[in-house]
């Protein structure tokens, strides 16, 4: 999508910390981050939400556990522990409508809100 601004990112038409790319899914570092490893793994290929996935994105969503896995062992939190997160739609607070998971790690996480 033309205006979708992580689709931009992917594209390397506006500025990012990358930490992983490859055909599927780009990783990004979180612009606001929350955690001290902070960052968004995204299909490539533009989808806006989990409500608008198709079972032809199963492959696609499902391939972004696996690069989550990656980097955070790439990033040293995989023995201690991290937090996969996909916001959906506002009560979610999802701002960007381009599929992103969270990777969140680096510090103990409160109970989930
Ligand atoms: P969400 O609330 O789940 O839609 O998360 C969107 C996240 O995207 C939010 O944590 C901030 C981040 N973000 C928004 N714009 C940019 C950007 O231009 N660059 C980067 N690196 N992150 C962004």
């Known amino acids: ?17 990358k930490v992983y790319s490859d055909e599927h899914a780009t990783a990004f570092r979180d612009i606001q981050p929350a955690a001290p490893t902070h960052i968004l793994i995204v299909p ?37 522990g991290y937090r996969l997160i996909i916001n959906t739609n506002a009560d979610a607070g999802q701002t960007v409508f381009h599929i992103h998971l969270h990777l969140l790690g680096g510090r103990r996480m409160g109970v989930m809100a």
Request: aromatic share 6%; glycine share 8%.
């Open 1 to 17: 999508m033309s205006d979708c601004i992580f689709c931009k990112i992917i594209k390397g038409e506006i500025p990012s910390t």
């Open 44 to 80: 490539n290929r533009h989808i806006d939400s989990i409500n608008a996935m198709t079972a032809d994105d199963e492959q696609t969503v499902g391939y972004l556990f696996s690069v989550a896995k990656k980097i955070a062992a790439q990033e040293g939190i995989a023995e201690g």
